[in-house]
């Protein structure tokens, strides 16, 4: 199994913990419309719960992938935190939804063991790029 199949798997690991957690899905693999250059991406999931948006950044290792004491969410540094930013601000606009509306950036870590079809998942709810 390569990275991007990898990645595939987990997005989905991620929209049924999400669902099984009570959270209602608005999106999914978002690519902002007007956001180009180095700030251009995607945003994995975008989910709703209580009053609260969403912006959830999905990332997994599978067992071949992962090198000793390292975890998926350390991918998820400054940069790409700011990157998710600008991405959700465009989310909302092109949405019509206020840019003052609570929302927040989670991070959905998961290591997959191919061999025995299990996954570990870590939600990381409102990271701070402080």
């Known amino acids: 199994m390569n990275s991007k199949q990898v990645g595939?798997?987990?997005?989905?690991?991620?929209?049924?913990f999400l669902k099984k957690q009570g959270y209602q899905i608005l999106d999914?693999?978002?690519?902002?419309?007007?956001i180009s250059g180095p700030l251009r991406g995607e945003i994995d999931i975008v989910a709703k719960r209580d009053?609260?948006?969403?912006f959830?950044?999905?990332?997994?290792?599978?067992?071949?992938?992962?090198?000793?004491?390292?975890?998926?969410?350390?991918k998820?540094?400054?940069?790409k935190q700011r990157k998710i930013i600008k991405m959700a601000e465009s989310?909302?606009?092109?949405k019509k939804i206020p840019l003052d509306s609570?929302?927040?950036?989670?991070?959905?870590?998961?290591?997959?063991?191919?061999?025995?079809r299990k996954a570990k998942i870590n939600h990381f709810p409102n990271v701070s790029i402080a």
Request: aromatic share 10%; net charge negative; proline share 3%.
């Open 28 to 34: 999914k693999n978002y690519t902002p419309k007007f």
């Open 91 to 94: 989310w909302l606009m092109e």
């Open 76 to 79: 998820v540094d400054f940069l």
């Open 8 to 16: 595939s798997l987990g997005e989905k690991i991620a929209l049924n």
């Open 51 to 54: 009053d609260v948006i969403c």
């Open 56 to 74: 959830v950044e999905v990332k997994a290792l599978s067992g071949l992938g992962q090198a000793e004491g390292f975890s998926p969410e350390e």
């Open 102 to 116: 609570k929302w927040q950036i989670d991070v959905i870590a998961i290591k997959i063991n191919l061999e025995s």
